[in-house]
């Protein structure tokens, strides 16, 4: 497989160091208050400045600061510049939510009459989301993703952007990036990325020339189910010059900066989604044992797979580390490792309830990412809005459970699989 991640640049004028051990000291890189190891927490809604030019001059971009607390504050700050060495951008917005930076990220760069181009593979809230922008007046069109030429096939001269993630949930399609990235750069459209599933330590959106990569901080990033949030990266590839959508206020300075200058002033200040500087604290702290904690839960993925692969009560297994899920040499490519999240189909003799409440050591939850082990029937609950119909179309049937890996003892969540497989069927 592709081991991408072995080295990050620290900072311009250190020697690159592994990936965990940059996140672990990025703080450091610049000077923190009575030397402590950890960005404090700044509660602060205001900050004072000597003078009334000061002030003005912050509010006008003219000079580094935190004009208000909607906008970020020095907590916030230094999780964005976490956030940015991870994916190796040039800068990131923090979020309250992952849904807050993908709408702020739609909100403030598409208006009525322009064009998206989104994977058919998404997210349910994802998916409800895109669907309101088309009430709005933005067109939207769904394709599927793991070929470049259905992207191909849905571009119009309206359209302005293509969304997709790396991995799809729950069905696990792994998207064609690579292609689907060249093809965004030849025809100047702008490439978001959702990388929340992958993270930046399986894989670089900038890899395959993402303009814009989204992030749930919720999820592997925090890692413990403890807070919410959600990020916007700007990779420096995309040139916004090009870009029709910028207001002319936001055309000053590093062109690079345009796009994620609008996203802050008219997606995070304007709408309020405004990230905690206690939920910073907390996904800082999560994102310095990412590697550790998702080097551990793909492994255990991997075997929970194999396993499921070879059990008679199960019909089919839905996880690009097996050989044979028709994007695993795509995913082998592109990723160090497979993933943490993996989904089944059980089979006609297994009610998917009674499967989930023989459960004893995995929990039955909605979230993913979390260090225990979740698990939940995909039909019934996240994607019961979408509507038989759609589900169909996305290959969810109402015998699928959706399961995020945690860090437990592999062996101990197999137990668990076979005795609640045993008692249900």
Not at 50 to 71: C, I, K, M, P, S
Not at 101 to 129: C, E, K, P, V, Y
Not at 144 to 157: H, L, Q
Not at 256 to 284: E, F, P, V, Y
Request: one cysteine or more; hydrophobic letters at 40%.
């Amino acid at each position: 497989m592709s081991v991408n991640l072995s080295l990050i640049s620290l900072s311009g004028d250190k020697a690159q160091q592994g990936f965990t051990t940059s996140i672990l000291h990025c703080d450091r890189q610049k000077p923190i208050e009575h030397g402590s190891l950890h960005k404090p927490i700044h509660d602060s809604v205001a900050f004072e400045y000597n003078t009334a030019e000061d002030l003005a001059a912050v509010f006008q971009g003219r000079q580094r600061g935190f004009a208000y607390g909607r906008q970020g504050n020095p907590t916030v700050s230094a999780l964005e510049d976490k956030i940015t060495l991870m994916e190796q951008g040039v800068g990131s917005v923090c979020f309250a939510t992952g849904m807050a930076a993908i709408s702020a990220t739609m909100f403030t760069l598409l208006r009525a009459g322009d064009h998206l181009i989104s994977s058919s593979f998404l997210f349910g809230n994802t998916d409800s989301l895109f669907k309101t922008l088309r009430q709005l007046g933005v067109d939207v069109t769904f394709v599927d993703v793991t070929d470049v030429g259905n992207v191909i096939a849905a571009r119009t001269e309206k359209t302005k952007a293509v969304f997709v993630e790396t991995i799809a949930n729950p069905c696990t399609q792994v998207t064609d990036l690579k292609s689907i990235g060249d093809y965004c750069e030849r025809e100047e459209l702008l490439y978001i990325v959702d990388n929340t599933l992958t993270t930046p330590f399986l894989f670089q959106p900038n890899r395959v020339k993402a303009g814009l990569i989204i992030n749930s901080l919720t999820k592997y990033v925090g890692g413990h189910g403890n807070v919410l949030g959600g990020s916007v990266t700007e990779s420096g590839i995309f040139d916004w010059s090009t870009y029709p959508n910028i207001y002319d206020q936001y055309k000053s300075g590093d062109v690079n900066n345009w796009g994620l200058l609008q996203i802050r002033k008219k997606g995070l200040r304007d709408t309020g989604a405004t990230l905690s500087a206690n939920s910073a604290h907390l996904l800082s702290v999560g994102a310095e044992t990412l590697a550790l904690r998702m080097s551990r839960t793909c492994d255990s993925a991997q075997a929970i797979a194999s396993y499921f692969e070879s059990h008679r009560s199960v019909k089919k297994v839905f996880y690009p580390g097996v050989r044979n899920h028709p994007d695993h040499n795509r995913a082998k490519q592109l990723f160090s490792h497979f993933g943490s999240l993996l989904s089944i189909e059980l089979g006609d003799e297994v009610d998917c309830f009674s499967f989930l409440n023989a459960l004893k050591l995995v929990v039955i939850s909605s979230n993913l990412g979390d260090n225990r082990t979740l698990a939940i029937p995909v039909a019934h609950t996240i994607y019961y809005e979408m509507g038989p119909e759609r589900r169909a179309s996305m290959g969810i049937s109402d015998g699928m459970i959706r399961f995020s890996v945690g860090i437990e003892d592999v062996d101990d969540l197999i137990t668990d699989f076979e005795q609640a497989l045993h008692n249900s069927s």
